[in-house]
């Protein structure tokens, strides 16, 4: 990297300069009237119908009054749905744990039989019974970690 008093000087920024005065124009923005509901809409008039209008029209207040019914109606069948469908994922969540649960045992019982598989094939007749508590304690856990995968919490 070359230093030196031969070096370009870098450039710097020049502030832009108007000619005329004059501000460049900007187009307007159009002004947002506040929300006279949280909601969004007037209350006063939905679809350009007034509480008055309704409360002077019988059949228009029987429709409305059928169609909260229906989407109350809705609304609770839509809830039951959401409600089962939320029981069957508990019950998969389950499942997966047991799942887990039933591999580790299986894989912890592993290693006792593979111990006692060594014990009794080793040739020494004085811990022929040892090897045998060692596999019993390796087959409890197969039994443990299968039924766990299988049966448990049923």
Same mark, same amino acid.
């Given at each position: ?23 460049? !124009? ?11 509901? #949280?909601? $969004? @809409?007037?209350?006063?008039? *939905?679809? &350009? ?49 047991? !799942? ?11 290693? #006792?039989? $593979? @111990?006692?598989?060594?014990? *009794?094939? &080793? ?32």
């Amino acid at each position: 990297m070359a230093t030196g008093p031969n070096l370009p000087a870098r450039p710097t920024a020049v502030p832009a300069q108007t000619t005329g005065g004059a501000a460049p !124009a900007v187009p307007p923005v159009p002004a947002v009237p506040p929300l006279t509901n #949280p909601l $969004g @809409f007037i209350q006063s008039s *939905l679809a &350009g119908v007034t509480v008055d209008d309704l409360l002077k029209n019988k059949p228009a207040l029987t429709m409305l009054l059928h169609d909260h019914n229906r989407l109350n109606n809705e609304n609770g069948s839509l809830n039951n749905a959401l409600n089962t469908a939320n029981t069957y994922v508990r019950g998969y969540e389950d499942t997966k744990n047991r !799942a887990k649960t039933g591999a580790i045992f299986q894989a912890a019982a592993a290693i #006792p039989i $593979g @111990f006692s598989i060594n014990i *009794l094939t &080793g040739g020494n007749d004085a811990l022929v019974t040892t090897g045998w508590a060692v596999f019993a304690i390796g087959v409890l856990f197969q039994c443990i970690g299968l039924y766990y995968a299988f049966w448990g919490d049923n």
